[in-house]
């Protein structure tokens, strides 16, 4: 059997009694089927987009939260993960989510001068610009990477932003990433005396 | 006691790794006592039947270099895992892809397509490409499968340990062996080599500022090099800090800027990622605008930090969109590419 | 139809390759094929590469003669930037480059072509290495070639950073001058070789020209074809591996052609098969008429053979001297026989030594500039040089910033691939009988290609006999852990 796409382990990863839905058409890059029912779109709803939101918790995070209280409504597509400062971020978070499986990556951190840590924010936004243009020389397209200041106050703005990423991912279709096959690596070498050298 | 038996192959390999093991020259001498290389195609007439007539396990240790690229080096690496008690990921390109893993950023018709037909060299009305099975003169003649994807060594079979660079640094081409024969390796999926970042061995290291901050990024065709003082003070991409050091440093020797061969240390997963913060980190511009300008002077992110570890990447290829559509020339079924 | 024999993989050369030997019933062979299974796609994946990391990325073509790519991309560069380099540079470049055209030469052959003749073609399987040309020309002189490679390889080191991929080459110069010291153990490393080449020679001499077994195997129509030759030569029509014109003399040995690197197009062109990876050259004006020989065929030949071949002469004397010996013993020019490539190699070897001292003891080696600026805006650029298997042509395009749109490589093997391939058909057609093959046999039909193929090498097998030994081992700081001593 093929190595499964990024797509697909993800899928894998999820409640597997999604596994059994009926098949609708083919994903336009890699060719697995796309099931019925995946994500939040719920029963007999086509694919939805999965998107990683990594929020810093002075800003962004907060304001999700002032968002939740306040009992604004956005697209639930995305899963929050609470960093310190959006200068934690290592682009390699990035890269790991999408290959888990991410369609898209948000990054949200507080506006620039308002830095918890004084400039954790502008590291980010460098990294940000750098890797926006690693992934669209690897072939992603730039609104699958997202970078945002939302302030703590600004729930609103945080389910602007969420409706509207998970409107342009919609668009985009999911995002399908080749996963080499990785041989089991489980043989003991217990300090690896060869048979036949001596010690 | 008879002799362990050593082997050395090379898959899409440049023959530099042969070479560095060569360059052992003296050095190798006490091994070459204590071992019989019975397959090394570069240099000895063995061939693949003699290894195929071996027992499973007869060879203590192979060292395996070049990236994997075609169905027989995906044939060759599985039959010498079968033959080896070790395998040994030699050189950049089985530890990470190498160079060849460039070729990630397209793919087999691409590759085809240029080098057997659109090249301005290249006479080819009939539009030819090289088959994996072809009837000549009544006799058929086979080509191994050109995969659409580059793979490491690790991403094909299991794997002992690595010793990285391009080539490896032959001090640590002669420790490793040393360490085999001796029986005193580390723990499986070692590297073996110094886990610290370049700027440590460096040195020019005295040179190098405490708060780094890059204001205009060159190009080396661009600048005069100062060959005392640390090449990035001075501006030029050197990506020292996030490489694995233990090759002397011999590419600032040569006032030329460290391009990463050697790999992250064994505290990161993706070296392009890592590499690109690094630039990240020491730009000296804070708007937008002014970043945007500074990075225009970086005309190839991707080759740039992912030149010998594109294919062991997180993402490990460019993106293809519709690849299963296209079809092409020589694709297998399913094959994977 | 009859069986097939696969040699697979051949052996004692750099890169993959299997030799198909079909045969008819009576079991004499119909068909030999030589197939190259390898490819990796540099022309296509250095599109988007910044030209000024050429020369480092593609000496990965070769890390047996990656100087030679990293030259031809730094010419490349010249030309793409239309910058020329300070004379310091330029010579510096010239001489690097006659160092490594000894070690690689050295290389093959004592421990690539060299056990076929000094061995013997049809030895035992396991003796036909460098263990067994030892064995024969005895342990001192094994030490002398390792050292004598070590010593140059280092001078590489010292000047170019590495000496397998290095990385001083720069549009416009190199990255580093040298120094009164550097200079000093340039001169020495120089002497050295001059020596070590002329002694090469007598060696050959006296293992191959002296036996009457080799040399009609060397003048044998099985390891014979006539065709063009190539290589490229100095204003005065002598050999030079760095710079200067093309030129192409035709199977009779008369100019056919003498042209600018920059012109290569009007004259080579590449044929595809279905059957192998590798490209085969021709020259477009004679065109593409199959694997035949003869001046109605496009096929020709690079390498030391086909340099000598295309050259009017060697540029420094000891060389000449063994030039107009090689064609003395061998009839005139020009000379057909492949496995008089082994000979010309060890007289370009001399060569390479000789300019190698000129331009050592030259006092601009040591001037402090060596770089000159580029200025002009890069569009196109090619660059020529003779790599150890013959001419090597890069061919860049690029945008306003220097950046790779398109690429075309000639890799000196691949001027040869249909020769190679004839050689192989018709080496194992007159070795190969009435379905009689064994191992030593098979061997044969492998020396056709080995004599056009220096590449790897082998230094490490132990050494026979009674030599006395001292073996130092170095940890990754250079200091000494050990000190072995036998005898």
Known sequence: MDPPCSWMVSLLKTDSKELGQAVASPH????????????????GKDWRPRIVAFFCTWCTYTAADLAGMSRMTYAPNARIVRFMCSGRVDPQFVLAAFTQGADGVLIGGCHPGDCHYQSGNHKALRRFALLQRVLQGLGIEPERLRLEWISASEGDRVQRVMDDMADKIQELGPLCLERPPHPKQDRDLKGAVLKGVAP | MSKPKVGFYWCASCGGCEEAVVDLAEDILKVVEAVDIVFWPVALDFKRADVEAMKDGELAVCFVNGAIRTSEQEEMANLLRRKSQLLVAFGSCSHLGGIPG????????AIFDRVYRTAPSVDNPAGT??????????????????????????????????????????????????????????????????????????????????????KDLKRPHQVLIDPEKCLLAQGLLCLGPATRGGCGAACIGGNMPCTGCMGPTSHVKDYGAKALSLIASILDADEEGEIEAHLDALVDPVGTFYRYSLPASLLHRRVRTGASAEGGANHGSHDHD | MGRTITIDPITRLEGHGKIDVFLNDQGN???AYFQVPELRGFEKFVEGRPAEDMPQITSRICGVCPTAHHMAATKALDDLYKVEPPEAAKKIREMIYSAFMVEDHALHFYFLGGPDFVVGPTAEKAKRNILGVLGVVGAEIGLKVIGLRKQLRDLISLAGGKVIHPVFGLPGGISKALSKEDQAKFVAGANAAVEFGQFSLELFDKVVLKNPKYVEWIISPAYTHQTYYMGLVDAQNKVNFYDGSLRVVDPAGKEFSKFKAQDYLQHVAEHVEPWSYVKFCFLKSVGWKGFAEGADSGIYAVAPLARLNASQGMATPKAQGAYEQFFKTLGGKPVHHTLANHWARLIELLYAAERMQELASDPQIIDPNVRMLPTATPKEGIGVVEAPRGTLFHHYETDERGVVTRANLIVATQNNAARIAMSVDKAAKGVIHNGHVDDGILNMVEMAFRAYDPCHGCASHALPGQMPLIVRVYDQHHEMVKEIRRN
């Open chain 2, 102 to 109: 460039l070729a990630n950023l397209f793919d087999r018709e």
């Open chain 2, 129 to 214: 490409l090289p088959q994996e099975s072809v009837a000549v003169n009544g006799s058929r003649l086979t080509l191994p499968a050109f995969r659409d994807t580059v793979r490491t060594l690790d991403q094909t079979v299991e794997v002992d340990y690595y010793l990285p660079g391009c080539p490896p640094p032959v001090p640590l081409i002669a420790g490793a062996v040393t360490a085999i024969l001796e029986g005193k390796l580390p723990a499986k999926g070692t590297v073996l080599a110094p886990d610290r970042a370049l700027c440590h061995e460096c040195p020019r290291q005295a040179s190098k500022p405490d708060k780094l901050l890059i």
């Open chain 3, 29 to 31: 062979v119909d068909h």
């Open chain 1, 28 to 43: 336009p890059a890699c060719g697995h089927p796309l099931p019925r029912g995946r994500g939040a779109g719920g029963e």
